[in-house]
């Protein structure tokens, strides 16, 4: 079983984060600027088994597409011609606030929380999450 990659897909930045090779339980991996993101991952796929790629879509409290909505769906496109690996939805609304309360819980520094990055591939490893609870 290969492990499943959780991206936060930004127009600046996109986190990333990975479960364990078990599927079982996904942790922050990184934060890539957006343009170097598919050989990022291209990188990744060489060193480890991928099975998936689950990836964050915004949508407004009604179900509506965000700004950012296009922009991750053109990211997902890309995806499909680089990987051969299938691509999931997960919905993203509030990870970024969840992200920050989960720092804040967790005793991060004001400092460590105000670089955008880790709140990133926090808010990856949240959507990740949520997709691997969802198939249970």
Request: with cysteine; proline share 4%.
């Given at each position: 079983?290969?492990?499943?990659?959780?991206?936060?897909?930004?127009?600046?930045?996109?986190?990333i984060a990975v479960t364990d090779p078990l599927q079982i339980i996904a942790t922050p991996l990184e934060?890539?600027?957006t343009s170097q993101v598919i050989n990022y991952l291209k990188q990744y796929c060489q060193n480890e088994t991928v099975d998936a790629f689950v990836v964050g879509l915004p949508r407004k409290l009604d179900n509506s597409d965000t700004h950012a909505t296009q922009p991750a769906k053109t990211f997902a496109k890309q995806l499909k011609k680089q990987f051969t690996q299938p691509i999931y939805w997960e919905d993203e609304r509030f990870t970024s606030k969840m992200a920050l309360d989960a720092m804040i819980a967790g005793g991060t520094t004001k400092k460590y929380r105000r670089e955008k990055g880790n709140i990133d591939k926090v808010s990856a490893t949240i959507i990740l999450q949520s997709y691997l609870e969802s198939k249970v």
């Amino acid at each position: 079983m290969g492990r499943l990659v959780g991206i936060d897909y930004g127009l600046k930045r996109v986190g990333i984060a990975v479960t364990d090779p078990l599927q079982i339980i996904a942790t922050p991996l990184e934060t890539i600027p957006t343009s170097q993101v598919i050989n990022y991952l291209k990188q990744y796929c060489q060193n480890e088994t991928v099975d998936a790629f689950v990836v964050g879509l915004p949508r407004k409290l009604d179900n509506s597409d965000t700004h950012a909505t296009q922009p991750a769906k053109t990211f997902a496109k890309q995806l499909k011609k680089q990987f051969t690996q299938p691509i999931y939805w997960e919905d993203e609304r509030f990870t970024s606030k969840m992200a920050l309360d989960a720092m804040i819980a967790g005793g991060t520094t004001k400092k460590y929380r105000r670089e955008k990055g880790n709140i990133d591939k926090v808010s990856a490893t949240i959507i990740l999450q949520s997709y691997l609870e969802s198939k249970v």
